[in-house]
């Protein structure tokens, strides 16, 4: 069974396709549509997306970005079923809500990191051996020492860029699903192609919500926070691009010694 496909809007607001209806949760209200009251589903191409009801009534829920929301007007026209029911709004459901609980963060794959390491080791392996060539062997002390804070300040450094990378990268394009709990902390989810993808969480309970990349479905994080994203890749500049400026220093110090 595939994942439940969510809209989640820049004000908050949250548009849920699940089993056989929808559900619209704002601030204010939780309202619930049955699918065999939906006429049609459309977008105009920007990030909204309007629901007709089979009696023309209107309900419009925010995408957040356009990508999402026409993902949600192709998984919704999907489910509609054949036949309608004529009632329209007389069987639509509106309480009122409570705002949904903020999901715990989970780290996310570093996919591309290796290919960054590699380079930087023919750069450092590089700089060894013409340190050996060109001043002399004993000299390769300095560089050697440098291999600890080189790595651990590229790593860091990378991890700052990736985690700023991939805020950006939702922000704009992701697609929000529910995911569900499989075993050890690990949970999955369904992309829009039919692949399902693991995630990695903890205390998130039987069923959350996940947003991922369309482009990189593989790339996904339970949360989407400014606040957070920039505390955390901040943290990991702060301690990791003295490390790896000092390494390169320390790598780079026998051509200047007599």
């Known amino acids: ?14 548009t849920v396709l699940e089993g056989g209806g929808l559900r619209l949760v704002d601030r204010s209200a939780r309202t619930e549509i049955p699918l065999a009251v939906v006429q049609e589903v459309r977008t105009g191409g920007g990030r909204h997306v309007e629901i007709v ?25 999907a489910a509609l079923p054949e036949r309608r ?7 639509v459901t509106v309480t009122p809500s409570t705002p949904p609980a903020e999901p715990k963060e989970t780290r996310r794959p570093f996919d591309g990191v290796r290919a960054a390491l590699l380079a930087i080791l023919i750069a450092y392996v590089g700089n060894v051996i013409g340190v050996g060539v060109t001043v002399e062997a004993a ?41 569900r709990y499989k075993s050890r902390g690990w949970y999955t989810y369904t992309s829009a192609d039919g692949v399902e993808h693991l995630a990695r969480g903890s205390d998130l309970g039987p069923v959350t919500r996940v947003i991922y990349d369309p482009k990189i479905p593989a790339d ?39």
């Open 1 to 14: 069974m595939g994942s439940g496909q969510i809209l989640v809007g820049g004000d908050g607001s949250e």
């Open 53 to 77: 009801l089979t009696d023309g009534a209107v309900h419009r829920a925010d995408g957040g970005n356009p990508t999402a929301a026409e993902a949600f007007v192709d998984a919704l026209t």
């Open 85 to 91: 029911d004529p009632a329209g709004s007389a069987r």
């Open 139 to 179: 000299a390769i002390i300095s560089p050697l020492a440098a291999l600890i804070p080189l790595v651990l300040g590229a790593s860091l450094q990378l991890g700052a860029v990736l985690r700023t990378s991939l805020y950006l990268n939702l922000k704009q394009r992701g697609i929000t699903v529910s995911a």
């Open 220 to 258: 996904h994080s339970f949360e989407l926070s400014a606040k957070s994203t920039a505390f955390k890749a901040g943290c990991l500049t702060l301690f990791g691009l003295p490390l790896l400026l000092g390494g390169i220093a320390l790598a780079v110090l026998p051509y200047f010694l007599d």
